[in-house]
């Protein structure tokens, strides 16, 4: 059983920064793709960034040039780094493992990012 321990978040002002977390606890973390993944109050999940097993990554539009994303494969872990942080950022951020050869999905218990004055 893969456990994701997602931490890092909590409230900061808009234009702030925080750094999410996510450690996976199951064997063959660097031969899964991993993301972050967010749902606000009354929408849909969205994604918010992917890395693949080679390390490249992929944003959505909104956090382009804001976030990075990157992995630590001797620590199983991968680090969200959020700067310039604005109120549509608010959500519950979920961390993701994906397998690719079998398409198998985990998913992290989330963790809160509130963006307020």
């Known amino acids: 059983q893969v456990q994701l321990v997602e931490s890092g978040g909590g409230l900061v002002q808009p234009g702030g920064s925080l750094i999410l977390s996510c450690a996976s606890s199951g064997s063959g973390f660097s031969m899964h793709a991993m993301g972050w993944y967010r749902q606000a109050p009354g929408k849909q999940r969205e994604l918010v960034a992917t890395?693949?097993?080679?390390?490249?990554?992929k944003y959505a539009d909104s956090v382009k040039g804001r976030f990075t994303l990157s992995r630590d494969n001797a620590k199983n872990t991968v680090y969200l780094q959020m700067h310039s942080l604005n109120p549509e950022d608010t959500a519950v951020y979920f961390c993701?493992?994906?397998?690719?050869?079998?398409?198998?999905?985990?998913w992290g218990q989330g963790t809160q990012v509130t963006v307020s004055s």
């Open positions: 993701n493992q994906h397998n690719p050869w079998s398409g198998r999905d985990d």
């Open positions: 890395i693949t097993i080679g390390g490249n990554t």
